[in-house]
């Protein structure tokens, strides 16, 4: 009998075995969630997360689609929990997975070749074996939306910029996590030198390189938070939506403190991103610009920073349908995924909506090449009839005008339009500041708080056209179109006000050259 139970048992052993080492050292770091023969697997983050929640959208959307028209193609979806999303693009690459939600720096560096990042989930030898080869089969199918890099200071800390923390105590995020991870990059980027972490008990001289000390001995960010005050923690980064639970728990609560100039506002402060600093960080494709507002969390002024694009990745071959399947799937499902999300949240949650507005974003130009080719047909690209739409409003609006003023077809030509009075000259003035307004928050509403609504856009644009006032603008594309945008409508209305004013006093001024002229005459004669 013991020879016929001795390779039973020995076979149960090394099963249970491969299976502990399979979950430990995280070969397949995901969860254990049965998945359906031929379902594509899309591996996600944490529970608590959006990327979690936004897979999990998507699978009930894919299902809803298949049950509805069995008959016709579709893809079925099983969204996986992942312990570790700093190895998504690892377990993907490793074809492990079919699809994949991956930040946006972190595919980057992928992408150009740069070290992968270091997650806890995979033996090291593995990583190396998947950074050579499989990377290079990761491709794009569709940005989804964008997280916010803050970098919360504890109170009374008055500084204005990365560089000053220097000698500081930074809590950077949990180790081997993708907050560490994109932390480390925004520091390295303000030129701080991460060869080491000084211990707390380092005495900074001058000439000391630009180091912080790094805190990594706090996993729970509660804790993290209650240790951020005088003679504990400095500063902290935190990756979220804006406004983000965790940080918004802190800063809008009792336990904030008011600020001593303003007892509505909270003592602790954002450290906004330089903006040449952010600039180099968009140029590169890594990250986008991201406007924290000023209520968001109760603080003085708006915030500029940097955002993280969440993005979906996949290894499947350049003709596989699956990948067009899914990219249309989710640009034609956006609300609805939106709203299950949104569902998903707890009512009593300060946890804000999600938008999935990086579907409408055209990808950046240095991206193109990493993108899906079965997905290119489904990505955002921008159309001329979306540029043409304010013309066509502005010259519509002034054929409006003109039938009202009972003019004839001839006056319908805007330059015959501006010579008719006054009060049009100032209706058309108003109306060329309202279409650039609209022309300007395409390019400036996600980073100056002036151009957040159409209201506040269009009296910043106002500001922007009155003579020898500072540009309102921040992003250098604005600045461009800010300018034309200002000349434009000192052109119209100066034009206008010329027209009106040879129209109210050209007959007198006519009236009076003849009078004069003909005195002239008899006078001669």
Known sequence: MWRLLKPLLFASLALVAHTAFCTDNGVVSIDN???????RILLTGSKTGYYYQVGKAVEQVAKEQCNKAPASPCIRICAKESGQTLDNILLLANKEVDFAIVQGDVAHDAWYGHPLPLGRNLPGEKKENIAIEGVKNVKLVTPLYVEAVHILLRPHLN???????????????????????????VLRGAGFSFGKCESPGHRYEETDALVVTCVKDTDDFSNVMAQLKPGGLDALFKIGPVPTSDIERHLLS??????????????YQLLPVDYDLASKFVEDGSYVYRLIQADDYGQAQS??????????????????????????????NRRKIEEIVTHSIPKNSTTPKLSLDLLNVPVPVKSNNFVHEMAKPYLYHSSIVFHIIPVAVFVALCFLVAWFSDMTFRQFFIALLLGHSLIISLVLFGLACCGGALWLQQYEGSVNEGFRSFPISVWSTIRQTLPFSHSQMITPQGELQGSIVAWTIRLVFAFGIVRALKEKFGPVLKRWRSENGGSSRRQAA
């Open 303 to 332: 915030t500029l920073t940097i955002g993280v694009p969440a993005l979906l990745l996949t290894n499947l071959s350049s003709n596989n349908a699956d990948v067009a399947l899914l990219a249309q799937l989710i640009r034609d």
């Open 254 to 267: 009792k336990a904030a403190g008011p600020d001593e100039t303003n007892p509505k506002k909270s003592d």
């Open 159 to 185: 500084i204005t910029s990365l560089q000053e923390l220097r000698g500081l105590k930074v809590w950077l995020g949990l180790p081997g996590s993708s907050t560490e991870y994109t932390a480390t990059r």
């Open 33 to 39: 969630q049965s998945c359906s023969s031929g379902d």
